[in-house]
T-cell receptor
Framework: DAGITQSPRHKVTETGTPVTLRCHQT?????MYWYRQDPGHGLRLIHY???????DKGEVSDGYSVSRSKTEDFLLTLESATSSQTSVYFC??????????????FGPGTRLTVL | AQSVTQPDIHITVSEGASLELRCNYS??????LFWYVQSPGQGLQLLLK??????LVQGIKGFEAEFKRSQSSFNLRKPSVHWSDAAEYFC?????????????FGKGTKLSVIP
């Protein structure tokens, strides 16, 4: 299995509270992604990174920010959590297209509940 | 824009029966195509992928998929389903051009297996 960990694995927070989720990889892969998974919606891309300090928005980026100061860590921040951000969050990584054809490896997920 | 449609939200089969999960994609050029499986409470695991060559690809756990360009389909098959195959299955499409690395996922098909 790819070396991807997510922390915390479960979190319950209150509306308006800031929340940071961490994704850590030991594969030295260039690309990292944050997805959210909701029933009936599959996985939707929030933000992604194509290198240290290089990030861009995905399909559902409103209300989220990210940072990547080291190759191995990709942080997802909810500046002021809302109930609509209750979801399961997955981190994924991939190497260059020439090596893996964009095969992505997924972490175990973080279940976030916003009350 | 690329998109993926999985027409079946939920499929139930008997153990030992054959299985076919449908996936249709929309993409302007030759895509990279993937099938992932997610067991309850787990992350996503890659079953198989297609990027070029033989249109019938073999994956793990006895699964195979066939790429049909004329039908824009990449259906997943298994000749004999086991109870442990009960999970949710996601089809994904990714661009094959240089500098592109985002995947678009379908909404998933949940497979139930009757003993």
């Amino acid at each position: 299995d790819a070396g991807i960990t997510q922390s915390p694995r479960h979190k319950v927070t209150e509306t308006g509270t800031p929340v940071t989720l961490r994704c850590h990889q030991t594969e030295n892969h260039r690309y990292m992604y944050w997805y959210r998974q909701d029933p009936g919606h599959g996985l939707r891309l929030i933000h992604y990174s194509y290198g240290v300090k290089d990030t861009d928005k995905g399909e559902v980026s409103d209300g989220y920010s990210v940072s990547r100061s080291k190759t191995e860590d990709f942080l997802l921040t909810l500046e002021s959590a809302t109930s609509s951000q209750t979801s399961v969050y997955f981190c994924a990584i991939s190497d260059s297209l020439s090596k893996t054809h964009n095969e992505q490896f997924f972490g175990p997920g973080t279940r976030l509940t916003v009350l | 824009a690329q998109s993926v449609t999985q027409p079946d939200i939920h499929i139930t089969v008997s153990e030992g029966a054959s299985l076919e999960l449908r996936c249709n994609y929309s993409y302007g050029a030759t895509p990279y195509l993937f099938w992932y499986v997610q067991s309850p409470g787990q992350g996503l695991q890659l079953l198989l992928k297609y990027f070029s060559g033989d249109t019938l690809v073999q994956g793990i756990k006895g699964f195979e998929a066939e790429f049909k360009r004329s039908q824009s389909s990449f259906n997943l098959r298994k000749p004999s389903v086991h109870w442990s195959d009960a999970a949710e299955y996601f089809c994904a499409v990714g661009p094959s051009g240089a500098g592109s690395y985002q995947l678009t996922f379908g909404k998933g098909t949940k497979l139930s297996v009757i003993p």
